[in-house]
Nanobody, 121 residues
Framework: VQLVESGGGSVQAGGSLRLSCAAS????????MGWFRQAPVKERAGVAL???????GYADSVKGRFTISQDNAKNTLYLQMDSLRPEDTAIYFC????????????????RGQGTQVTVSP
C-alpha cells in the first residue's frame, strides 16, 4: 500500500486548505484510514479518522472545523480544513490499517510522507 499526500501549504488564520491522500496498491474497503499530524516537539496525534464501516471520528480540537471524506472510486482520502488556527500548524500524515479505526498512530501499518501545513496569525 502506498499513500501520497498533497494539498498542504501556508495560509493565514481563518483560511482553508484541503488535503488529499492518494492510495494505491493492495488497499480495499477492509482498511480504516486517518489523518494524523505532528507539530514541532509534539507527539504525532490523530486528527480525523474514517473506519472501514464508515464510522468517523474527530479530535476535539478540530471538531466543527475539519471534515474527513473519501472517494472510493478514486481511492482518495480528503481532509477539508476550515477556520484554520496557528495551532493547526504541523506536518499532516495520511495513514491506513486493516480493521477497525484506532487513535493510536502506531496501529497504522502504512503512512504517507506527510505534507506541511503552516497557519500564520
Amino acid at each position: 500500500v502506498q499513500l501520497v499526500e498533497s494539498g498542504g501549504g501556508s495560509v493565514q488564520a481563518g483560511g482553508s486548505l484541503r488535503l488529499s491522500c492518494a492510495a494505491s496498491g493492495d488497499i480495499d474497503r477492509s482498511y480504516s484510514m486517518g489523518w494524523f499530524r505532528q507539530a514541532p516537539v509534539k507527539e504525532r496525534a490523530g486528527v480525523a479518522l474514517i473506519g472501514r464501516n464508515g464510522m468517523i471520528g474527530y479530535a476535539d480540537s478540530v471538531k466543527g472545523r475539519f471534515t474527513i471524506s473519501q472517494d472510493n472510486a478514486k481511492n482518495t482520502l480528503y481532509l477539508q480544513m476550515d477556520s484554520l488556527r496557528p495551532e493547526d500548524t504541523a506536518i499532516y500524515f495520511c495513514a491506513a490499517k486493516r480493521g477497525v479505526l484506532s487513535w493510536l498512530p502506531a496501529d497504522y501499518s502504512y503512512r504517507g510522507q506527510g505534507t506541511q501545513v503552516t497557519v500564520s496569525p
